[in-house]
């Protein structure tokens, strides 16, 4: 990792160290969007053109039925089952808090209003499967979609070689999914966003994915024919604020585990501590070794900073400016310094709150925006599920008392017939 | 406006009526991405470039001062003033409700998670300007964003000839505006998303506006430099059902109060009273001949629908599928077939609850999913203007409590760094 002195730092160098790597979007999205719209005028047939291309996909099965499930879910090993019911039960317990109230008030006498929350009935969850099966994203998604009491749960899960990761099964099958198909990426993205000649669309799309299935969300995002999604999404970040009390070997592994997760990770450490710094590097040296994911690790911290600084103040104010994914508070009085938050995904309070704990079963939701996008947006809730919608109801007196209003407002518009369909009534 | 019966529809048939009319995004996308680009690039220059092109703006002058805001708003009309403030009461009341409630649980002993609301620091509020200036919009997105806190709260709108309108001065300082840009279109779109050397970029984007408006929020939403944005947006709609005991003159009102929109707005009747139908067309031609804006509602009328239905459960079906974004329920037991209402932006329920009420000062915000997006989003509230942050803090026997989990969870998806994140510390 690189390391910084935020005292003899220019502005200039300052925001280019903590600006995010781009990638092209525009050369991204004129790839992905011609499979877009193949699925969306073929179908089925395209679905599975591209999932033999770019998936290794041999079957012509797009559909795993209940069954399959339910016979790849009764292969899972009993100690596996046991953590995933463990998880379940403390990812509920946090999101069932989640359930926004409804309510009615009169604005004005005779003027009745109430707002009322109700189910997407039909959502779609992307699970990345392949290689390394996210059988945690299938609770941190399938559990909020089950309390929200959506109607109809649909996963996408690239499938390998025929074999359903009993895992995932179980885990989907606890949630609710009500249809699971073996299909990934952009092919899959599309698959839900417009349907096919057997699939239904879906009303929103959830879920992390590779570069090629987040240019996907986008773009049938943008769509007329598309859906809406849950959050644009980047590559995976941490920012860890650490002083002089905090243990170098919890540093280098907090560091690491978020630098596993792929090439392009990113990973930052601001402290006041300088001695601090040499430590932090030779404990993820040294811990680097024993894992089999290094070399994405490795590539991550690369392109990762230590940066030392004056004050925790100061680590506070560049981290609210960065708005990372997740942030770890490694200080002495970690639960004061967390006051000070106003811009992150998940904030991680103390030594003994890695992120990791988060990521699994601490309970709430590790789908967290990316990018920045903390500044404007939180994780995925249960509200993420539902919508509100707004009623009213006018009786004539209270339709007269707003009459006044409602004409001028209109008539300073020039919209007169908005002015005229309360004149008409009174 | 055509006339049709569902009882002798087709599946095909009734889909495509129902269905609304595309715009070419990928034609409109690639006509507005360059202007986006080089706004990007080029800053205030490109924007005052494409203002001068697109809305004969001659000014440089592209901030509003606050000095020259309050003067405006010093010219309000004093009645225009009694019925913003009046507007203003409503629309608060309503929208005070929807503050959420942090929460802070115990998910397992040591484990203490809490979420926590906090406000966007920076929205950019676009309110359509030029020929018809919609102070309403103002008062829909400026209340909320006060209501939320926001500290910083941007306007852009396109003013004409240099004047300022007086009523939207007056509500944009009413609504606790910081910055008020003389810009429009997706010039004024990019110069919020992207920031120029003397505008600092907001956080999140709301408001609607014409195509080329809503595609540059479009693709400032997927564009990684840009921000997210309140919603997609399509043309307005309504849509109504009625039985025998509905006033076809108010019906006839408030399609055409819909209608005088725009060429593109979308307005349904759905009826189980065919006598009712030849009222209502009838009382639109004679209502239509006093309208100011009477060419743009016969253009919309002209793609619009009456059909006649069995029954009312037929009508809220056939409704909750096209997830209108007005519901006019005008029947005799309104509130009862509003029970049964699962998609739609805003419903108004019985005679006297016109559209044009909503519209203005009853209470519920007017900024609502189009284009059947209301399946899955509701209208903006406070909510829109706010974020939730997660916390959570172990002590070292809550994290002792859940190791095996994240660790056994952690191994099944071969992340091996995020097993050793917990290791470390036990």
Sequence with gaps: MKIFYNDILTNEKREKLFSREKISNEELYSVIQPILNDVKKNGNNAVLKYAKKYDNYDSSQILITNKELKSAANKIDTELKKVINKAYTQIYKFHKCQKPKNYKIQTIAGVTCRREFFSIENVGLYIPGGNTVLISTMLMLGIPAKIAKCKRIVVCSVVKDNEINSGLAYAALKCGVNEFYAIGGAQGIAMMAFGTETIKKVDKIFGPGNQYVTAAKNLVSIDDDGCIIDMPAGPSEVLIIADEFADPCFIA??????????????????????????????????????????????????????????????????????????????????????????????????????????????????????????????????????????????????????????????????????????????
């Design 253 to 426: 592994a907090d560091l690491l585990s978020q630098a596993e997760h792929g090439n392009d990770s990113q990973v930052i450490l601001l402290t006041t501590d300088e001695k601090l710094i040499t430590k932090v590097t030779e404990a993820i040296t040294k811990q680097l070794k024993i894992l089999p994911r290094n070399s994405f690790a490795e590539n991550s911290l690369k392109k990762s900073f230590i940066l030392l600084v004056n004050s925790i103040k100061e680590a506070v104010a560049l981290s609210n400016n960065y708005a990372p994914e997740h942030l770890i508070i490694n200080t002495k009085n970690a639960v004061k310094v967390s006051s000070q938050i106003k811009n992150a995904g998940s904030v991680f309070i103390g030594a003994y709150s890695p992120e990791s704990a988060g990521d699994y079963t601490s309970g709430p939701n590790h789908s967290l925006p990316t990018n920045g996008y903390a500044k404007a947006t939180g994780g995925v809730s249960v509200e993420s599920f539902l919508k509100p919608i707004t009623f009213q109801t006018l009786t004539k007196r209270g339709l007269k008392r707003i009459s006044n209003t409602v004409i001028k407002l209109a008539e300073a518009e020039n919209l007169e017939a908005h002015a005229n369909a309360i004149k008409i009534r009174l």
